[in-house]
């Protein structure tokens, strides 16, 4: 597949420089039409009836599989969920953590992790890595360890500033369970879980899914709890409710995800090229690049997909303006930065129309 035909996938190319995939990816003909050739499929025939049932149980291992490879790991190890905060919620559910606890987080982290932290019930120590390279930032999360944590609990890629955060030497350091919000990693860089404990993947952003789609990757699910069972959790259950968990991940599986959206995440996924993730870098480096010339960007270089900097004037104002000439990205609210995200199938037109839009 050659870049044209790659960007070619999306129609809202045609007109937009569409630089937002860190909030929801632009949506490719081939998931639309693979949405509504179920849609249609289900109108004609019905949702019911064995063929259904045996189709649907096998688009939904597929896209199992799929996500795995995303971030390469067992498909027996994954479940499927409706979003990173769906998967966060799941696991800090699951573990059973008291006030007693301590859970180490980062100043930077999306409500998606910061609200299930909360509600657990637990002690949560925010290190302030904001801005900070991955060195020192992992100087600041080993300093806020103490004898209390039972859990780490941080973003891979930083949604404010598309820094790279230093997971795996934080694993390698302390050895403590560690839970990454993969929100901006999953489908952006070439991401491999097996050393987490937990990683969440969003569905509906690099991977360019449906919405109300995502991933957990949970390395030994047998050793964390069933919280929220649904029907999928159980091979058997009794009059009373006590139930035999699945084997693998598959316990975890939020419930019923509509053959519309696996059908259309398949789609996404089966579209995605092999040189994503070199391509959407290279390109947010050139981003990266040219921001700097006249803006202080604060993602240090060679990190992600994304490039976060500050515009001159206010940041809601500089987006405003940039959607009013079809440049869409997005601000990161109190931080005055504004985020752009580089996708594999952003072009150098999208980057030229996006520097003289903040030059108008």
């Known amino acids: 597949m050659t870049f044209e035909e790659a960007r070619a996938a ?3 190319l045609e007109r937009l420089a569409y630089l937002n995939a860190g909030t ?5 003909r ?3 039409e693979a949405m509504v050739a179920q849609a249609l499929l289900e109108l004609a025939e019905g949702r019911s009836g064995a063929d259904y049932y045996t189709s649907s149980r ?3 291992e597929r896209v199992r599989g799929k996500l795995a490879a995303l971030i390469g790991v067992p498909p027996g190890n994954v479940a499927l969920t409706t979003s990173t905060t769906n998967g966060c919620n799941i696991v800090l559910a699951g573990l059973g953590l008291g006030p ?3 859970i180490v ?4 982290e999306h409500f998606g992790l910061l609200g299930p932290l909360h509600t657990a019930g637990v002690q949560v120590r925010a290190a302030a890595t904001r801005g900070l390279e991955p060195s020192r930032a992992l100087e600041r999360l080993l300093d806020a360890v103490g004898p209390k944590t039972k859990l780490l ?3 891979h890629v930083s949604w404010v500033t598309g820094n790279v955060l230093p997971i795996a030497e934080l694993k390698r350091e302390t050895d403590l369970p560690l839970l990454v919000d993969g929100a901006q990693s999953g489908g952006a860089i070439d991401a491999d879980a097996t050393p987490y404990d937990y990683y969440t993947v969003s569905g509906q952003k690099w991977p360019c899914g449906p919405d109300s789609t995502g991933a957990l990757y949970v390395r030994e699910p047998e050793s964390l709890r069933v919280s929220a069972p649904t029907y999928f959790s159980q091979d058997r259950f009794e009059p009373a409710g006590a139930f ?3 084997a693998g991940a598959a316990r975890f599986d939020h419930g019923y995800l509509g053959a519309m959206l696996l059908a259309g995440l398949e789609a996404a996924l089966d579209g995605a090229p092999e040189w994503r993730f070199e391509r959407a870098r290279a390109t947010a480096e050139r981003c990266r690049a040219l921001l700097a010339e006249r803006h202080e960007v604060v993602t240090a270089p060679g990190s992600s997909t994304l490039v976060s900097f500050r515009p001159a004037g206010d940041p809601a104002e500089a987006v405003r303006r940039l959607a009013e000439g079809g440049v869409v990205l997005r601000e990161i609210p109190g931080s005055g930065l504004v985020r752009v995200s580089c996708g594999y199938w952003t072009s150098d037109d999208d980057l030229d129309r996006l520097l003289a839009g903040l030059a108008a």
């Open 10 to 12: 999306f129609p809202v």
């Open 24 to 28: 929801n990816g632009p949506l490719a």
């Open 153 to 155: 609990a941080l973003s």
């Open 105 to 108: 987080t980062t100043d930077e």
């Open 100 to 102: 007693d606890d301590e």
């Open 58 to 60: 096998e688009l939904r």
């Open 244 to 246: 035999e968990p699945k």
């Open 30 to 32: 081939a998931t639309a």
